[in-house]
């Protein structure tokens, strides 16, 4: 709603409101910037109840985010920091009689490199005897995949993207034999834990019953968050070098070539008015940290995780912090998801950029996926923004390795088809050879209006 983020409060989430926001915690955690920001509000003019079916008890008003992205997207280590902010945010609730009604990491979103818990009305007050119910959430779509990493060496991202619940705990019993009975947290919370669900299958609320008439302490609840807290700050996964996280070094640019591009990257950045910007495999990070102080966020995307990974964590280190990487492939990018396909939207239906970075990418996707050049170039025209885009001629070494494997097909993969591809989408500002004679950058902004954000 013109960039709004409201939120309805019914009755009893209006209560749990009332609750939350007398906590220590609360004012605790949002002065550190790890919940989203959140203040009272009236009723929007132009926004009815009506469609909802509620009785209106309060408005609140949050705080937006520059860009929203999914698990499925995120890297090993971002997955498990959204993992420990929930459950650091579970113990610290419990301590003054509140807690999680979910254990999703889809409550959690980047700021940055920073994450930020945004679903407010998911801190509720407890009830006693009750044990956690996010448990069960939160191991499907945080801890098994984080295992399934760790442990398997699996990418755990096709799984979520595969379904949106996570890894059933069925399903991740059949992937642990005995001898992973070691493993840190397989007994606890994949073996017991898929026995305790085939036991009681379908009798959940007789369950439930039978823990509360037997007094489950919110004691019984803290220790297994700190159990879950241990196992999942423990795991580990070393991303490996791949041919991406080495591509900067093995790209073999000509003399002069990596300075001159630096350059006319950095001068374009300087001089656009941007706020957020999107590099288009980004590897490991040079331009997105190139570009990161002339605006206020920038999105990092390669299909490559290990070298999400290693740019999440040298970002954790070195900052910049305004920088969030994501593993995306834009040759089978995110699309929408759940419900009708509106749960989750697609990549570009979550916001447009004002900059997008495109350097040594093209001829990646055009030879090396078989994406046909002016449907690419059509998409990038569709975001509506300044870009900054590298064509790589045929002479280069790197379009030389790809077409030897392959029969060329590719004849409309030239300078001239590119350039009038550009020009149907674009207005050409700026175009520089670098000195190698085989890379050729452009600068264009969108040529029609309804391209625009």
């Given at each position: 709603?013109?960039?709004?983020?409201?939120?309805?409060?019914?009755?009893?989430?209006?209560?749990?409101w009332e609750a939350l926001r007398e906590t220590a915690f609360f004012a605790r955690w949002s002065e550190r910037g790890l919940l989203v920001g959140t203040d009272e509000t009236a009723l929007p003019d132009e926004l009815s109840p009506e469609?909802?079916?509620?009785?209106?008890?309060?408005?609140?008003?949050?705080?937006?985010?520059?860009?929203?992205?999914?698990?499925?997207?995120?890297?090993?280590?971002?997955?498990?920091?959204?993992?420990?902010?929930?459950?650091?945010?579970?113990?610290?609730?419990?301590?003054?009689?509140?807690?999680?009604?979910?254990?999703?990491?889809?409550?959690?979103?980047?700021?940055?490199?920073?994450?930020?818990?945004?679903?407010?009305?998911?801190?509720?007050?407890?009830?006693?005897?009750?044990?956690?119910?996010?448990?069960?959430?939160?191991?499907?779509?945080?801890?098994?995949?984080?295992?399934?990493?760790?442990?398997?060496?699996?990418?755990?991202?096709?799984w979520l993207r595969g379904r949106l619940e996570g890894i059933p705990v069925a399903q991740m019993r059949r992937l642990f034999g005995w001898r992973d009975c070691l493993k840190r947290g397989v007994i606890s919370h994949v073996i017991l834990?898929?026995?305790?669900?085939?036991?009681?299958?379908?009798?959940?609320?007789?369950?439930?019953?039978?823990?509360?008439?037997?007094?489950?302490?919110?004691?019984?609840?803290?220790?297994?968050?700190?159990?879950?807290?241990?196992?999942?700050?423990?795991?580990?996964?070393?991303?490996?070098?791949?041919?991406?996280?080495?591509?900067?070094?093995?790209?073999?640019?000509?003399?002069?070539?990596?300075?001159?591009?630096?350059?006319?990257?950095?001068?374009?950045?300087?001089?656009?008015?941007?706020?957020?910007?999107?590099?288009?495999?980004?590897?490991?990070?040079?331009?997105?940290?190139?570009?990161?102080?002339?605006?206020?966020?920038?999105?990092?995307?390669?299909?490559?995780?290990?070298?999400?990974?290693?740019?999440?964590?040298?970002?954790?280190?070195?900052?910049?912090?305004?920088?969030?990487?994501?593993?995306?492939?834009?040759?089978?990018?995110?699309?929408?998801?759940?419900?009708?396909?509106?749960?989750?939207?697609?990549?570009?239906?979550?916001?447009?950029?004002?900059?997008?970075?495109?350097?040594?990418?093209?001829?990646?996707?055009?030879?090396?996926?078989?994406?046909?050049?002016?449907?690419?170039?059509?998409?990038?025209?569709?975001?509506?923004?300044?870009?900054?885009?590298?064509?790589?001629?045929?002479?280069?070494?790197?379009?030389?390795?790809?077409?030897?494997?392959?029969?060329?097909?590719?004849?409309?993969?030239?300078?001239?088809?590119?350039?009038?591809?550009?020009?149907?989408?674009?207005?050409?500002?700026?175009?520089?050879?670098?000195?190698?004679?085989?890379?050729?950058?452009?600068?264009?902004?969108?040529?029609?209006?309804?391209?625009?954000?």
């Amino acid at each position: 709603m013109d960039g709004r983020i409201i939120r309805l409060l019914d009755g009893e989430a209006s209560q749990n409101w009332e609750a939350l926001r007398e906590t220590a915690f609360f004012a605790r955690w949002s002065e550190r910037g790890l919940l989203v920001g959140t203040d009272e509000t009236a009723l929007p003019d132009e926004l009815s109840p009506e469609p909802f079916g509620m009785d209106v008890a309060r408005v609140l008003e949050h705080e937006p985010v520059d860009f929203v992205s999914y698990p499925y997207e995120w890297s090993f280590g971002m997955l498990r920091a959204a993992a420990l902010l929930q459950l650091e945010l579970l113990l610290d609730a419990l301590d003054e009689g509140m807690t999680l009604k979910d254990g999703t990491p889809y409550n959690v979103q980047w700021r940055g490199v920073d994450p930020v818990f945004i679903d407010i009305p998911s801190i509720t007050r407890c009830e006693a005897g009750r044990p956690w119910a996010g448990y069960r959430q939160f191991c499907e779509l945080n801890l098994f995949p984080l295992m399934l990493q760790a442990y398997r060496g699996l990418d755990f991202q096709p799984w979520l993207r595969g379904r949106l619940e996570g890894i059933p705990v069925a399903q991740m019993r059949r992937l642990f034999g005995w001898r992973d009975c070691l493993k840190r947290g397989v007994i606890s919370h994949v073996i017991l834990q898929n026995w305790v669900s085939g036991r009681y299958a379908g009798r959940e609320e007789d369950t439930q019953t039978r823990v509360k008439n037997a007094g489950f302490s919110q004691e019984l609840v803290r220790a297994n968050a700190r159990r879950l807290r241990r196992t999942a700050d423990r795991l580990r996964w070393e991303a490996p070098r791949t041919a991406w996280t080495q591509y900067e070094s093995d790209c073999h640019y000509r003399s002069g070539d990596r300075e001159a591009k630096r350059q006319f990257v950095e001068d374009t950045a300087r001089n656009s008015n941007w706020r957020v910007a999107w590099d288009l495999g980004s590897n490991t990070g040079e331009y997105s940290r190139l570009v990161s102080p002339y605006g206020e966020s920038v999105v990092a995307m390669d299909s490559d995780g290990a070298a999400v990974e290693a740019l999440y964590q040298s970002l954790r280190t070195n900052g910049p912090r305004n920088i969030t990487p994501l593993v995306v492939d834009l040759a089978d990018p995110s699309p929408g998801l759940g419900w009708r396909g509106r749960e989750r939207s697609s990549l570009e239906g979550r916001g447009r950029p004002d900059l997008v970075l495109c350097l040594a990418l093209i001829h990646h996707l055009v030879i090396g996926k078989h994406i046909p050049l002016p449907s690419f170039v059509g998409w990038l025209g569709g975001l509506g923004a300044t870009v900054v885009i590298e064509f790589v001629d045929r002479g280069d070494p790197m379009v030389e390795r790809l077409l030897s494997a392959k029969d060329d097909h590719y004849h409309d993969y030239n300078l001239g088809e590119f350039q009038a591809n550009l020009e149907a989408c674009f207005r050409i500002v700026e175009r520089e050879t670098l000195p190698g004679g085989t890379r050729i950058l452009f600068r264009a902004e969108p040529r029609h209006e309804e391209g625009a954000r």
